[in-house]
């Protein structure tokens, strides 16, 4: 069973950085895809961005290219969101989770292990 521990948000003016870590437990963390994903308020649940199992597939969404930086430390268990330029749009409940199959897909419904997510506020 695959479990995640997101940490690291807090609240930012805009134009300012903030970078996400998600721990994940599990055997065999270095052949799991991961995914970002953010909640806004009154919306639903849309992805950010995504690593497969190596590192060497990263996507993003429109929203975030250029400005986010999806990475992962096998060692550590551990994935990563640097946020630059921070924009009041970006405010949500920040989720990471597990993509089994290792490609890192888009698809949020075909990921598991979704945690209770880290709050990240923009303010203008």
């Known amino acids: 069973q695959v479990q995640v521990v997101e940490s690291g948000g807090g609240t930012v003016q805009v134009g300012d950085s903030l970078t996400l870590s998600c721990v994940v437990s599990g055997r065999t963390f270095s052949t799991y895809g991961l995914g970002w994903f953010r909640r806004a308020p009154g919306k639903e649940r849309e992805y950010v961005a995504t690593?497969?199992?190596?590192?060497?597939?990263?996507t993003y969404s429109d929203s975030v290219k250029g400005r986010f930086t999806i990475s992962r430390d096998n060692a550590k268990k551990t994935v990563f969101l640097q946020m630059n330029s921070l924009k009041p749009e970006d405010t949500g409940i920040y989720y990471c989770a597990v993509d089994l199959t290792g490609y890192g897909t888009t698809i949020k419904d075909r990921y598991r292990g979704w945690g209770q997510g880290t709050q990240v506020t923009v303010s203008s």
């Open positions: 690593v497969n199992w190596s590192g060497g597939r990263t």
